[in-house]
């Protein structure tokens, strides 16, 4: 995954990045009611070393927007780095 010059630019001065990533917070499981029992899934990364919180909302948000959650509720976060 390529970094952008901003965000290079940005680690080297010691400002907060920011890492995008989605992840489930259901699995299927038959016992529980509806088949769904809480469950935190792993992360996956989709953007690293984001230069701004407010970039870092944006790609969420983008993402969020433009793929369903399905029945597991995938969803994209952020997280300081």
């Known amino acids: 995954m390529m970094q952008s010059t901003l965000a ?4 080297k001065k010691g400002h907060t990045m920011y890492n995008v990533f989605t992840r489930t917070w259901w699995r299927d499981n038959p016992d529980w009611p509806n088949g769904l029992e809480p469950h ?7 953007a ?8 870092a909302q944006e790609i969420c948000r983008e993402y969020n927007d433009n793929n369903a959650a399905g029945r597991l509720s995938r969803k994209a976060e952020y997280e300081g780095v």
């Open 8 to 11: 290079l630019q940005s680690k």
């Open 40 to 46: 935190v899934g792993a992360k996956t990364y989709i």
């Open 48 to 55: 690293k070393d984001v230069a701004s919180e407010e970039m």
